[in-house]
């Protein structure tokens, strides 16, 4: 099982960034998949998800400015974040979950994702 992040980068507030991950060696299909982020010294958070049927979910500090999608034909999800803020400065992780996560309204839990990627900085500067 690989998920592989891409397209972090050092950009200037009010920029926009787009994230990649490319995932193999599961059913990427009937996955769960959410994308969460770690800024120094704090903990890791949820920032968004995105079902198999690609109904999405938002955390509150990032609606309206980044939007997820995903592409079954090509096992990649994406995660396209305008109008970035210096608080959006963190590592972004992608990750999988088994479809009873999103089921049992457990998305936003780290804990029950099953497989993570290495991460990719983003660093929005002021």
């Known amino acids: 099982v690989q998920l592989q992040a891409s397209g972090g980068g050092l950009v200037q507030a009010g920029d926009s960034l787009r994230l990649s991950c490319a995932a193999s060696g599961f059913t990427f299909s009937s996955y769960y998949m959410g994308w969460f982020r770690q800024a120094p010294g704090k903990e890791r958070e949820f920032v968004s998800g995105i079902t198999w049927s690609s109904i999405t979910s938002y955390a509150d500090s990032v609606k309206g400015r980044f939007t997820m999608s995903r592409d079954n034909s090509k096992n990649t999800m994406y995660l396209q974040m305008n109008s970035l803020k210096p608080e959006d400065t963190a590592v972004y992780y992608c990750?999988?979950?088994?479809?009873?996560?999103?089921?049992?309204?457990?998305?936003?839990?780290?804990?029950?994702?099953?497989?993570w990627g290495q991460g990719t900085q983003v660093t929005v500067s002021s």
């Open positions: 990750a999988a979950a088994d479809a009873r996560t999103y089921l049992s309204a457990n998305y936003k839990r780290q804990d029950k994702y099953d497989y």
